[in-house]
């Protein structure tokens, strides 16, 4: 297979173009785009002050920190397209007391609007006019030295900048993909200019999965200057990832185990209402137990075993947020999922004896029925199996400990943390290989919750390891 050559997909000779910028004051962002080596004139200057071969905005004294928005080009007459990322260059050339301390990129696919049709199809307008004032600033061949945006202008830019993250990601996440953490930077010296970053293989992943990308943000903390920014990378080709649509591609990344996610809004019944070939072992019916939770602020464990749909939000299990919540949410750049220690967890006795040794959990089912906008971000479910001399008392004191040495109670994983969607019911299959240890006998189940939020149901389906009495249809 013949291997493409990567292309500068930030310079302006292959059609990049920046379509936002917070300030300007020194140097406009377009500088950085230029596919010429940086210069530098000892004695020339302006009425902002000394004139910079980059991108360099003023001392910062507002709160927030400067960033600016870049469409990538593929340099192929158009320009336009989905790429991937493979390394990054840096140059802070000659600014070496004035260089942006400290930098980061994200990286997000802007999609066509959902009321495109054949007509639009070759109309690529849409990959600048998301973005307010691009247009004008296109049309004006660039920034403005010696300008900076208001507050209100920039407050639109960055929402924009959720908005198509959340048209890519179908409502999944507001947040771009960062392909370089915040980073220092050294002064433009010549034995310090230049910087070189490697993209991490996860957040190529993550890239591939969403169908490539159409620009980048570059944040600089909180203010200065870089001379010029080449961003290596290749056009994105259909075969380089599943031939899945974006949604379920976001959904593989996200969870990394959901594949079936069926929305209460669906005019299709939901999983659990139709018969299955092994008993709702947790199910109240059969015996299942809600034994003890580290908090029930709006409802409790017991709620969860109800054999019929949630009736409102009162009909689940429901934690307080935690008071001690992070001012920012951050997210595993690899997992998407929110990184936090931050999380709740419940105790629920399966009944008819639990599941069969060596027969285990074959379905779960975990319902956000109603838990619209305080659902829990993520979920991760363990079992136990306690043998006669193990009492549940034994297994609600291991809830929240380390069980891996030296106690008769030991959790293992059955399913792993995986992200949640609002008001749907989200079933994980043995055979779709979505639940571990599947044939290990389990008694009880853990299910915790990250950071916290509500629950309608957790049905746990399995061989028992008692005779069924009463028939496995619960509606």
């Known amino acids: 297979q013949t291997m493409t050559k990567p292309l500068n997909l930030t310079s302006s000779a292959n059609n990049a173009h920046i379509l936002f910028a917070t300030d300007e004051w020194f140097a406009i962002a377009e500088n950085i785009l230029s596919p010429y080596p940086p210069t530098f004139v000892a004695d020339l200057y302006c009425d902002q002050g000394k004139v910079m071969d980059g991108w360099e905005t003023r001392r910062k004294r507002s709160a927030g920190h400067d960033w600016c928005v870049i469409m990538l080009g593929g340099g192929d007459g158009s320009g336009v397209g989905s790429f991937t990322i ?3 260059d840096v140059d802070t050339a000659y600014f070496t007391g004035n260089q942006t301390p400290r930098i980061s990129i994200e990286a997000m696919k802007v999609s066509p609007p959902s009321s495109s049709n054949s007509i639009h199809t070759n109309n690529n307008d849409y990959l600048y006019t998301w973005m307010p004032g691009a247009v004008s600033r296109l049309a004006n061949n660039g920034g403005i030295r010696g300008t900076g945006q208001a507050v209100d202008t920039i407050q639109s830019a ?9 048209q890519t990601t179908r409502g999944k996440s507001s947040e771009w993909i960062e392909v370089l953490p915040r980073t220092p930077l050294k002064p433009g010296y010549e034995e310090s200019r230049y910087h070189s970053f490697k993209i991490d293989e996860g957040v190529k992943h993550r890239l591939q999965e969403l169908g490539g990308v159409t620009h980048l943000k570059l944040n600089y903390f909180p203010d200065g200057g870089v001379a010029r920014l080449k961003v290596w990378g290749t056009k994105y080709q259909t075969n380089q990832s599943s031939s899945m649509d974006t949604t379920h591609t976001l959904i593989k990344k996200v969870t990394t185990s959901v594949s079936r996610i069926h929305p209460h809004t669906s005019p299709n019944p939901p999983p659990s209402s139709t018969n299955y070939e092994h008993p709702e072992l947790s199910s109240s019916v059969h015996g299942g137990v809600g034994l003890m939770c580290s908090n029930k602020h709006y409802g409790v464990p017991s709620n969860l075993l109800s054999p019929t749909l949630g009736k409102d939000m009162g009909d689940g299990w429901e934690t307080a947020r935690h008071p001690d919540r992070p001012p920012l949410i951050k997210k595993d750049p690899v997992t998407g999922l929110q990184v936090t220690p931050l999380m709740d967890w419940s105790i629920l006795k399966l009944g008819l004896g639990g599941a069969k040794a060596n027969n285990g959990i074959t379905r ?3 319902d956000t029925r109603h838990f619209k906008g305080n659902f829990p971000e993520s979920v991760c479910i363990d079992g136990c199996y306690a043998d006669s001399a193990i009492s549940d008392e034994d297994v609600c004191a291991s809830a929240g400990k380390d069980t891996s040495t030296n106690s008769s109670v030991q959790w293992f994983p059955l399913l792993k943390r995986v992200a949640l969607s ?9 055979d779709d290989g979505l639940i571990e240890n599947g044939g290990k006998g389990v008694t009880h189940v853990r299910v915790s919750i990250y950071p916290d939020g509500g629950l ?13 009495a009463v028939p496995r249809s619960h509606l």
């Open 456 to 468: 309608s149901r957790v049905r746990i389906y399995g061989v028992p390891r008692e005779v069924e």
């Open 364 to 366: 779960i089912i975990v």
């Open 422 to 430: 609002a008001d749907a019911e989200h079933e994980f299959l043995r």
């Open 158 to 166: 960055l929402s924009a900048c959720e908005q198509v993250a959340l």
């Open 86 to 88: 493979d390394s990054i």
